[in-house]
C-alpha cells in the first residue's frame, strides 16, 4: 500500500505535501525478516505502473525478495494518515478498494512454485477482508502451504472498515486459520471473527491496560477451535494517550502462558505497524529460539518496542538493537 | 481531484514526499473565474471524508462557492504527477476510477435549483468520459441549462486514457455539444471526437507549431455539425521542449477568424492546466467584452501563457496582471 | 496576524524558513465555531494588499464569512514564534505596531449592517490594547451590539507587551466589559486589568497548578463589578514544563461553581491559541446546551485540550472529535 | 531587512512557509566587497530583538564588521517577494515602514568615529526615502565623510513606492549627491532624481535593450550637476523576460565612456540585488584597478552577472569566480 | 560514493541541508543497466558501518545485484555538490580519500568467481586513479576478465584531481586500457592520459561546440595505440552556459566514423553522470543492436541526453524513453 | 565537525537528505561562551575548501574570534548522527579520520601569540584522542598556557571508537590533565583515562541515576593524582529513556562537595552537545562567581539542561534564559 502522511501533526486540511511510505501488513512482516537476515520472499499483486514499480523497489531495497510479485490490475491501495497526539488519536482515511490485490484471482499464482524450497509462510486477515477473489486466492495458498508441510502463520488483525463485500467473515476466517500453526490476534480479533470473549476485560475504557490473565481464557478457546494450532499470541497494548502505550505480549502454547515484561512506550514516533513488528519478531524468534518460547516472545515484544520509534509502517531495526533492549537496556544512551 | 507530484523534476521512484494540489479541469476554470471576481459555482461530488473536504476548502479558499458540491461516494479522484524538463515529458498516472463523481447519478443534483440566476454553464469533454453515469449527468445538466436559456461552453478535453467504460464516444459527445454556443476544443479533439480532419498539420512532429490558418477547416466543419454553435476556439502549442512552449489561439465565429499574437514560454513552471486557464480567461473575456472577440481571445491567450509560470493546476492570476500582459508588457521586471 | 515561526524547536537565528499561519485571538475562534457548523462572521480590518488577501483566504477556506471584513491601513500584524520544549518556553516577538486593524477608525464599520441576524458578538481584550482607535471602535460595536440585543462575550487577554498608546486600560476596559453577558479570564486578567485578586494562588511557581477554589473569589468580585455579566468562567493552566501542561476550566453563574476534570496535556505540539479555543468552544457549548453549563464547560476545556495537538493558531477539530473526549476517552487510539 | 519569499515559484496565496533571508541594499554591497576580501563595516540600526539579531549574525558571518550597528527602534524592514518567471515578473510587498533605521535620529551615530580609517563611505538612495530623519543622518554621514577626504559613492536607486513621507525628493538627492565621487544610476534614477533624460530610449518596451550610446547624454548631464564627481556609472539591464535579461554596463569618466560586452542571463536563479552587486564589483574593481577603469567595470558587470545565479539578495562569489567570468569563461562547466 | 548536494541552486555557505544521493561513476553505469533489464551486478568494497549499508541498498533498490560487495575499510568517499546555474558551473568538493574502494587490496575479490556467466566487464579511469592498490585490483580484474574472454569497456574519465598517490598514470591506463574493446573517452582523456591531441579544438573556449570530424585524428591514433580495441567512443559536449549544453557523439570502428544528431540541453536538471550515462547507453545499444552502429550510438546520446533531465548521478530512464527521444520526439509533451 | 543527521527520527536508510550542523566538542564551548558575551577565540586547523569555510563562518556568525584558525589539510572531520527515541538510543557513525585538526603539527600554531591577552585555555580529551601529532600539539599548548599563567580546563570526554591510532592513552591524558585546574569528567572518563573508579555505581543499569556521594571518591582520587586541579566537576546524566534524561551535577574543590538539584529533561530535543554546555556553562560560572561555586555550578548545570531543548551541537541561550531556569522557572510558559 501507498501511505501518505502530512508531515508532523498537520491535520489533513494543513498540509500541502504527503509524506511517502510504500507498506502495509504482510509486507511490513518481510521487511521485518529481511532486516533480521531472514530470506523472505514477498507474493502479491502490484499495478504495471510507476506506484507499483514503486512500492517493488521500496522492498527490493529492504533485502525482501520480489520475483513472485505479479502485476496486474488498476491502482496501488492507498491510505491517508494524520498522525495524532496525546488526546487525538492518530487517523486512517482509506481508498484502497479495487486495488490491483483485491482483483486478485485464483490461479494467477503459482503457489506450488512459489512455496518450493519455502519453510514458513504468514498471511494476515486483512487479505480475505478485502475481496471475494483475495480470500479464494489466501485459501488457495493456505491449502498448498498446508499440503507441502510449510508452517502457516496468520495475524487476525481485524478491520471494522473492511470485509464490506459481503463473505461471510465468521466462516472465512474460520477455514483459513484451521490451518494455522501459530495464531497472532488480540481479543478484539477472536471477538469479532469468531465470537470468543475474554472475561474482565474492557479494552475501550481510557488508559486500560490489558491483563495478560484475562487473554488465557480466549487462548484455550482458541486452542479448542483450531487444534492444528501450536501456538496462540497476542500483544497486550495499553493507550495511556496517542502519545503514551504501555506494551507487552504473551503466548500460550497449549500448556502454559509466557508472559513479557511491560514496557513504557512515552514519545511515540509511529504506532502504525506496530502488530506487524511483533509478528516479524515473533517469526524470527520461533525459528531462532525453537525451544525457548520466552525468548521468542521477548524477542518479538522488543522488536515492536522499538517500531514505534520508527517513522513509517515497517520496523527498519537490526536483530542486536532488538537484542540490546530484550537484555534490559532501554536507557536510550547515544551508541558512538 | 487530488493531484501528487514529487518535488521538482524528481522522478516517482526518487520522492519520499508529494506536493499535494486540488484541482481538475472544471474546477480550474471555476477558480480562474473566482479570481477575476466573476461569481462562480463548482457543482461536484465529493466523498464525503477528510480528503473530499479538502478539496471544498481549497476551492473555498479561493472564492469559488461549493453550496451545490453533493457527498458521497467512495473516493477522490486522485492524479500523479512527475514533471519533466526539456526532452523528457511530464507523466500522468491516473487513479481517477471509482471516484465519486464517476458514480453520480441522474436526479442526485437538482440542476434547477442549481441553474438559478445563473448565466454560463461549463462543462468539458472529461466528465462524460469517466463513467456512463456521468455522461447522464452531463446530458441532464446541459438539457436543463439549454430549457432555461443559459449559455452553454465546453472544452472538448479528448483523453485517450479515459472512454474505456464502453460508452459510444461520438454519439455521446455530439448529443452533449450539440447544446453547446461555445466551444473549445483543438484539432486533436475534433478528430478524436467526431472525426474532423485539419488540414496540413502533423501536430507530432517535434517542434511543430501549429498552424492558424490549418484550424479554419476544422472550425468550419464544427460550425456546420453543432448549428447552435456560435464560436468555435482552440488554442495552438507548439511543443519544442517540455521547458518550451509557443502558445497562441485562435477564434471563430463563422465569419471571421481571430488570431493572437504568439507567445514564447520559455523556462516552464508548470504546463499542466493551460487548457483550462485559456478557457478561464475566454469565458472571462467573452463576459467582459462582449462585442469584441479579439479582446476576448487575446486576454484568453494571455491569462493561460501566465498560468505556465504558476505551480498547481489552477491559474491564480488576477485580472490587471493579465491585462498587463496582453497590454504588451512581458518584461517581467520585478512589480515594486 | 500573520505569525512567522521557525520549523519544529529550532530558534531564530537557527531558521532558513519561516512556517506561515494566518491568525489571531479574534480569527481563532470564528475559525472554531466555523468548524463547529455555527454560522460565523469575523470582521477586521485588513490591508489591501497580497498578505492581507491571504489571512481573508485562509479565514474563507475555513468557512468563516469574510464579507464584513474591510482593507486599508499599511500592514498585518506581524508575531514571530519560537517553540520552546520541556524547561524553555516558547518566545513571541510582536511585530504588530501600525498594523491596518490598529489604525481603524470609528465610523469605518456599519455595526448596525454587521450585526443585522446576529445573535452573539465576541471581542477580546486584545482589540482595545492595540491603539485608541481601536479600542473606540470596540466600544462602537459593543454599544451597537448591546443596543441590538445581541449577546456578548469577551476574552480578557491581558499582554503585558500591549497597552502602550497610553490609555487608560483600567477605564477602558471597565467600560468594555460592562456590556459583557460571558466573561473569560484568568486571575492574571482581573489582576492587572481591574486589580482583582485571587487568594491563595502563586501562578509563578514552577509547577503549580491553578486551584479551582482560588478562582471563586475572582468570580465573585467580577460578578459585582459587571453586574450585566451572567457567567465568569476561567481556565486552570498548569504548567510543569513548555511540553507537559494540565488543563481544566471553571465557570461560575452567579450561584454554582461549575469545575470539569483535569487533563493531563503531555508532548504538547502547539500551545500558543488555547485560550481561544477555550473560548471558541465555550460560545458553541452554551448555544448547544444552553441548560446546562456543565457541559458547555465540559466541551470548552475538551476543545481546548485538543488545539495543544494541533498545529498553528486556530483549533481544527470537529463537534464529534470533542465530544469523543468529552466522553472520557482519551486513549489516542487509531481511528481507522 | 528581512526578505520573505514563498519558495520557488509559489505565488504568496500557495505557500505554508517562507524562505528567510536577511539582506537590503547597503548590506548587500557590505557582504560583496567583504567576500572579495576587502574589511568592510556595516552601520546601521536594528531593533533590539531576536530579528534585529539575526540580521547582524548573518553580516558577521559574511565577515563584515558589524561594532558600529546601534540598536533600537521597533522593528526590522520586511519585504514580501514572490519570483516570478517568464512573463511573470517577480512581485515586491513592502513592509518597512517604522522600521528602526527608518527612526534614526541624527546624533545618534558617532559618524567621525565610524570613518576613523576609513577610505570609502557608500550610501543608497533608499536611505534618505523612507524617512525626514533618515535622510538627515545620511547628509550627517556624507557631510562628515567629505570633511574627512573620504570617496563617497551612491547607488542612486529610485524606489517609487518609498519617497512617501513628504520630502522633497529632488533637493535631498541633489544635496546628497552633490558630495559623491561615484555615481551608479540608471536612466530612470536620473530622470525621477533629477529629472535628465536620455535620448532615443524607451526602456518599458517589452525585449528593448538599453543602449549604451543613449546613456551618454544622461552621464554628461549628470557630471555637469555635480562637478564633485569623477564617475557616472550604470548597468544596463534588457529584460527579454523574467528568466532572460540581457546585462552590461557603462562607465563615464567626464572624457571616455567605457562599455563592456553584453551577457545573456537565461534561467534567472534570483535578481533582487542586482544592482547591489554591480556596485559591490564596482568598488572592489575601482579599488583594484584604480588606474584601469574598464576593468572595473567588467569586473562589476561579470559580478553582477554571476549574482543573477545566486539565491537571495547579496552576491555570494569570490574574486576568482568573477575573474573566471570576466576573462570570457561564460561556459559553467563543472569544476571538480 | 555519498554526494551532499545543498537544494537547488543554493551555494554551499548558504544551505542548512544537503540533498542525499548514492551514486559514483561505475555505479551510475549499472544502474542505467539495470533499468533497460539488462542482469547486472556492481562489485565495489563499501565501509561496514549504516552509510556503508545505504549505498548498497540504493543499488538493490534499482535491481542492480551486490551480492559480490565486499565490506571492510574506513569510510564511504564523499563529494560535494553546488548545482550552478548560467554563467556560474557547478563546483564539486571532493573528500573521497581513505575510502574503503580505495583501500582495496589484490586477491580480496574472487575475480573469476564474480565473471562466472558474465558477458561483460566495465571498468573506468577513476579506480585506477584513487591508489595504487585500485589500480593493481583494476589490472587484475581486467586480467581474469581478459583471460575468461568477456568484453571489456572502459570510460577513460579523466580528473585532474586524481592521480595524486604518485602512481605513473600514463603507463597504468596504457596497461589497463590495452585490455579494452570498447574505449569511451573525450578528446581530454586522450591527451592527459596518452597525449594523443586531436587537431582544431579548443574546448575551453565559451560556447564552443565540439566538432565530430576533429576527433577522428583521435580515434585513429587510439585505434593504433590499442588494437584490441574495436571502437572509439566520444561524447561532443559543448558548454554554452551552465543551464544550456549540446550533446552529440561519435564512434569508430575503425573503418567508419557514426556521428549522431546533436541534442540542445537547455533548462539542464542535473549534468553530473552524463558521461556514466551515455556509457550505461551505449553498452545497452551494442548489446540490443549488435549489427548497428548508428543504432547504438544514437541510443547512447539519446539516453544521456535524458539524463540532464534528472536529479541525481544515475539515469533513472526506461528503454521506452529513450527509443522516443531516438525517434524524434523531443516535444516533452505530457504524457498521459 | 560537520555533523549529517536525518531529519526528525529517521533512520539513516530513510532519509533523502541531512540537516547540516558545524560544531565539535571544543567549539561547542566556544560558541555558549559567545552567546554569554565572553570574549573567546576558537583555535583549530581547518581544511582550504568550502567544507572548512562553513565551519569558520558559523563561528563568525556565533560571534566567536576565528582569526587564529589555521588552515591546511585534507577535509573536516565529519559524523553521521541518527537521532533516536524511547528505547532506541541515538547512533553516531564517526568519518572523522584524516581531519585536517588530526594531521595537525606542533609548531603550526604560535601559541604564544595566540594566548596573548588570554586569561583561559580549554581543551577537551577529544583532541588527543584523533592523532599523535595532535596530542603533541595539544601539549605544547598546555605548556605554553600553564608557563604563561593562563587558567586551564579541560573535559576529559573518553570515547571509545577514538584512540586507534596506537598512543598510550593514560600517560597522555595525565600528563595532559597534569596541566589542569579544572577537570571536568564523569565516572567513566575517570576509569577509562586512569583507573580510577567509584564505588557503588553501575551507569549501564537501565534507568540508574548516577548518585552524587558515589562520585566523591571519584573526586578525591583525582585531586590527589592532580595535585595543580582546583575543582573537579562532573555531570550526573540518568538515562531514562532516549527521550527522558535526569540531569545534575557535583563540584568538588578539594574540601567541599557542591551538588545541584536534580532536572527532569523529558521530550529532549537534542542531547548531542551536553557535556559541552555545561562546560560552557561551567567556564561562565566560574568567571562570573569567582567566589561562589555553587552558583557557578548551578548555572553550569541550568545552561546544559537546556542544551537538551536546542537542535544542533551548541547551546544557543542567553544568559538571562539559564539565571531564569537557575531561578527555578522550569514552567516553560511562552514568553510574550
Not at 508472559?259 to 509478528?279: A, L, N, P
Request: contains cysteine.
Amino acid at each position: 500500500m501507498l501511505r501518505l502522511a502530512p508531515p508532523g501533526f498537520l491535520r489533513f486540511s494543513q498540509t500541502t505535501s504527503f509524506d511517502v511510505v510504500y507498506g502495509g501488513g504482510e509486507s511490513n512482516v518481510a521487511v521485518s525478516l529481511a532486516n533480521y537476515g531472514v530470506p523472505v520472499d514477498f507474493v502479491t499483486r502490484l499495478p504495471k505502473n510507476d506506484i507499483g514499480e514503486c512500492a517493488l523497489m521500496e522492498m527490493r531495497k529492504r533485502g525482501v525478495n520480489t520475483q513472485n510479485i505479479i502485476f496486474g490490475g488498476e491502482r496501488l491501495g492507498i491510505y491517508f494518515l494524520e498522525t495524532g497526539a496525546v488526546s487525538r488519536g492518530s487517523k486512517v482515511v482509506y481508498d484502497r478498494a479495487h486495488s490491483a490485490i483485491s482483483e486478485i484471482e485464483p490461479g494467477m499464482i503459482d503457489w506450488k512454485k512459489v512455496f518450493e524450497g519455502a519453510g514458513w509462510f504468514h498471511w494476515t486477515g486483512i487479505t480475505p477482508a478485502i475481496s471475494q477473489s483475495a480470500a479464494d486466492v489466501c485459501l488457495e495458498a493456505v491449502k498448498v502451504a498446508s499440503d507441502m508441510g510449510i508452517t502457516i502463520s496468520t495475524d487476525l488483525n481485524y478491520r471494522a472498515k473492511l470485509w464490506n463485500y459481503g463473505g461471510d467473515r465468521e466462516a472465512i476466517m474460520t477455514e483459513l486459520t484451521s490451518y494455522c500453526d501459530i495464531i497472532l490476534g488480540n481479543e478484539e480479533d477472536a471477538e469479532k471473527h469468531f465470537g470468543i470473549h475474554p472475561e474482565g476485560l474492557d479494552v475501550h475504557k481510557q488508559g486500560s491496560e490489558v491483563k495478560a490473565e484475562a487473554f488465557l481464557s480466549v487462548c484455550k478457546q482458541m486452542m479448542k477451535k483450531f487444534p492444528k494450532a501450536k501456538k496462540v499470541i497476542t500483544t497486550l497494548r495499553g493507550s495511556i494517550s496517542a502519545s503514551h502505550n504501555t506494551w507487552a505480549g504473551v503466548l500460550y502454547d497449549g500448556e502454559k502462558m509466557y508472559e513479557t515484561r511491560q514496557y513504557q512506550i512515552t514519545d511515540i514516533v509511529d504506532r502504525v505497524g506496530g502488530g506487524d513488528s511483533f509478528m516479524g519478531g515473533l517469526i524470527y524468534g520461533l525459528l531462532k529460539y525453537p525451544e525457548d518460547d520466552q525468548n521468542a516472545l521477548d524477542f518479538a515484544v522488543a522488536a515492536s518496542c522499538l517500531k514505534h520509534t520508527i517513522k513509517g509502517d515497517a520496523n527498519l531495526v537490526t536483530v542486536s538493537e532488538v537484542e540490546k533492549l530484550m537484555g534490559g537496556d532501554a536507557s536510550g544512551r547515544v551508541a558512538r
